[in-house]
T-cell receptor, first 115, second 116 residues
Framework: EADIYQTPRYLVIGTGKKITLECSQTMGHDKMYWYQQDPGMELHLIHYSYGVNSTEKGDLSSESTVSRIRTEHFPLTLESARPSHTSQYLC??????????????FGPGTRLTVL | GNSVTQMEGPVTLSEEAFLTINCTYT??????LFWYVQYPGEGLQLLLKATKADDKGSNKGFEATYRKETTSFHLEKGSVQVSDSAVYFCALSPNAGGTSYGKLTFGQGTILTVHP
């Protein structure tokens, strides 16, 4: 089982600020994902990575950007936060190369509020 | 494209009642199917999964059977507890191969509240 860590758990910030949401996993897995969960609960894939220096946009367009310089870390950045970015952001990573069914493990999430 | 449709909630039940949350999907090929649960203030946890037709996933008294003919994966529990109160998500993942491999598509989530 993968351990997925996210910081901060909660963040309240003013409009226009730059923020970075951290996600890390300790199992050396190649795949990592970011999901955005809106107040209506729906989850949407916004970014994913299949390994170092690999990043792709997901199904839902997002103004955020990601980077994957190290296997363990997959941070998400908003250059200029806006109230429309208020949401919960969930990071996930699958169970590893031996799991062909892509069971994903999720971090606890970061609840972002932009005033 | 792939899609997952869950029954709309919220669902409110008394303790020990029978639970069904319907889930149907649209996908090419033979996806893997999952139920995830999200307790208040937490991330998602895998509840159960099924990876091929007629498989039954089960965990903590919950069950779901992969029905290819009806493209369904309904979640059931014979006797719910207050501690089962949470949001439940049905999801699918394309199986190996293709550019979509590795991505989960979620249903919209169903809030379950169980009263004593």
């Amino acid at each position: 089982e993968a351990d997925i860590y996210q910081t901060p758990r909660y963040l309240v910030i003013g409009t226009g600020k730059k923020i970075t949401l951290e996600c890390s996993q300790t199992m050396g897995h190649d795949k990592m994902y970011w999901y955005q969960q809106d107040p209506g609960m729906e989850l949407h894939l916004i970014h994913y990575s299949y390994g170092v220096n690999s990043t792709e946009k997901g199904d839902l367009s997002s103004e955020s950007t990601v980077s994957r310089i190290r296997t363990e870390h997959f941070p998400l950045t908003l250059e200029s936060a806006r109230p429309s970015h208020t949401s919960q952001y969930l990071c996930a990573s699958p169970g590893g190369a031996g799991d062909p069914y892509n069971e994903q493990f999720f971090g606890p999430g970061t609840r972002l509020t932009v005033l | 494209g792939n899609s997952v449709t869950q029954m709309e909630g919220p669902v409110t039940l008394s303790e020990e009642a029978f639970l069904t949350i319907n889930c149907t999907y649209t996908a090419t090929g033979y996806p893997s199917l999952f139920w995830y649960v999200q307790y208040p203030g937490e991330g998602l946890q895998l509840l159960l999964k099924a990876t091929k037709a007629d498989d039954k996933g089960s965990n903590k008294g919950f069950e779901a059977t992969y029905r290819k003919e009806t493209t369904s994966f309904h979640l059931e529990k014979g006797s719910v507890q207050v501690s089962d109160s949470a949001v439940y998500f049905c999801a699918l993942s394309p199986n190996a191969g293709g550019t979509s491999y590795g991505k989960l598509t979620f249903g919209q989530g169903t809030i379950l509240t169980v009263h004593p």
